[in-house]
């Protein structure tokens, strides 16, 4: 999620599944707030993906979304939102070489 300020795509659905299991936060901002502070400690998480689940659960409050306990709408948010990310990069970087003749 580059242009959005996201996270990267560093963790599966799993992880998030697991830290659901682990935390009963009603906000994007406790979610985040325990992504940072227990995440490291969550079965199989990596403190790479606490980071990058910290910044992407964040963005989700930061854009509007409605919080949602159910690690799998949470993921598909996500997801969605790393796709249109993706695909902006990608018309950015189209735009540019057709502009200027090179890579950005």
């Given amino acids: 999620m580059k242009g ?19 935390t009963d936060a009603k906000s994007w901002d406790e979610l985040s707030s325990f ?3 227990e995440g490291e400690s969550v079965w199989h ?3 790479e ?13 930061d854009v ?10 949470v993921y598909s948010l996500i ?10 990069d990608e018309h950015g970087k189209s735009l540019w070489k ?4 090179v890579e950005e």
Avoid: C
């Avoid at 996201?6 to 799993?14: E, K, R, V």
């Avoid at 509007?64 to 709408?73: A, I, L, Q, R």
């Fill in 79 to 88: 997801e969605r939102y790393r796709s249109e990310d993706s695909a902006r």
């Fill in 45 to 47: 998480v990596t403190s």
């Fill in 64 to 73: 509007g979304e409605k919080f949602t306990s159910d690690p799998e709408e």
């Fill in 98 to 101: 057709k502009l200027f003749g």
């Fill in 4 to 22: 959005k300020k996201g996270g990267t795509a560093s963790y599966d659905i799993s992880d998030i599944r697991q830290i659901f299991e682990d």
């Fill in 35 to 37: 992504i940072r502070s």
């Fill in 49 to 61: 993906e606490a980071d990058n689940m910290a910044k992407d659960v964040e963005l989700l409050r």
